[in-house]
């Protein structure tokens, strides 16, 4: 366990370097970026070290790893993100434990998580998906909604009880225009959170980048970096 976190203590004071230089390159204060771990595959017993190491923003992207490991760590202070594709029969237990979802996609979404942040007596913080590599009507090969969609999902979030439109997230696509153009890409999603903000100034969460190119994201304005591999190593195989 020593070894364990003596390895994570390491490997997130080099991202937290990593951010803070792009910051500065960027002319932008460190606070204006929250790190996100995303945890997935990794036990709990990493949360917990992370959380002794000043962590407080954790993301999964698999219900049935995120339900057990936000279960067993209920004690800690930690803000729980749900980032993967989010199938509507997952939606009841993610309401549980999930302080954001990332990853809305879809009007259908909407309503589930509607549903179930009511029953829970919860309020879950929403942001839209964007699929840059989505055609008009269409969702992107990760997930998200195609550009034209965001105004009318941001308006059935903002609408439905339970639910608080936060802002926007996004992943470098790796098809269509801005394949292997990560900068353009979140230049782009910036474009599009002001627009959003101007009939929801609330909505100023920007989640894009992870291990391989936070310094882009940090450079174009995203509020939020989601990092995983950077901090925890190399993810073990789910086969």
Not at 123 to 142: F, I, N, P
Not at 175 to 195: I, K, Q, T
């Amino acid at each position: 366990m020593t070894d364990r976190r003596t390895q994570l203590a390491g490997n997130l004071a080099r991202v937290e370097e990593r951010i803070a230089s792009a910051c500065s390159a960027a002319g932008r204060a460190r606070e204006e970026v929250t790190l996100i771990v995303v945890t997935k595959t990794y036990p709990a017993s990493d949360v917990r070290i992370l959380s002794e190491l000043g962590v407080r923003h954790v993301a999964e992207n698999r219900d049935q790893d995120a339900a057990p490991k936000a279960a067993a760590c209920e004690d800690l202070s930690l803000t729980w993100h749900f980032v993967g594709q989010l199938q509507t029969n997952k939606v009841r237990s993610v309401a549980g434990y999930a302080d954001f979802v990332q990853s809305v996609d879809r009007v259908k979404l909407v309503t589930a998580l509607s549903a179930a942040a009511v029953r829970e007596g919860r309020e879950l913080g929403c942001l839209v998906q964007v699929a840059l590599d989505a055609e008009s009507g269409e969702r992107g090969v990760r997930g998200g909604v195609a550009p034209d969609g965001i105004e009318e999902l941001a308006t059935a979030v903002a609408a439905a009880p339970g639910l608080r439109l936060a802002g926007l997230m996004t992943v470098a696509p790796l098809a269509g225009p801005y394949a292997g153009r990560r900068r353009a890409a979140f230049d782009r999603l910036m474009e599009f959170s002001s627009r959003l903000r101007a009939d929801h100034p609330a909505a100023n969460m920007v989640s894009a980048g992870m291990s391989s190119d936070l310094e882009d994201a940090v450079a174009a304005g995203a509020t939020h970096v989601r990092v995983g591999t950077a901090v925890l190593g190399v993810r073990p195989s789910l086969g």
